[in-house]
């Protein structure tokens, strides 16, 4: 199994930014789609984005649209989350995941990391 490791997580005030990181272990990594979840509490888990981990194409959530950003560096495993505009609704705790293989989704979750947005 790929293990799956984000950080980067804190408490900033409204309007202000973060950058999440999330690494992925082992010398070989190559998932088809890695993707950014949340969770808020009393909350579903919801996506706020997705990047194709070859071409680097990434899609967002309405509600996250032209604030943040998804990237990724794949000689270093990692993807990361650009958070910019931060707003009190985006408090959550961050995920990050993987796509491993077609057809099994999201097979591969990190622990999370807590993004606590004050106004």
């Known amino acids: 199994q790929v293990q799956l490791v984000e950080s980067g997580g804190g408490l900033v005030q409204a309007g202000g930014s973060l950058r999440l990181s999330c690494a992925a272990s082992g010398r070989t990594f190559s998932p088809y789609i890695m993707g950014w979840f949340r969770q808020a509490p009393a909350k579903e888990r919801e996506i706020v984005g997705t990047i194709n981990w070859r071409a680097g194409r990434a899609n967002y959530a309405d509600s996250v649209k032209g604030r943040f950003t998804i990237s990724r560096d794949n000689a270093k495993n990692t993807v990361y989350l650009q958070m910019n505009s931060l707003k009190p609704e985006d408090t959550a705790v961050y995920y990050c995941?993987?796509?491993?293989?077609?057809?099994?989704?999201?097979?591969?979750w990190g622990q999370g990391t807590q993004v606590t947005v004050s106004s």
């Open positions: 995941a993987a796509v491993i293989s077609l057809g099994r989704g999201y097979d591969s």
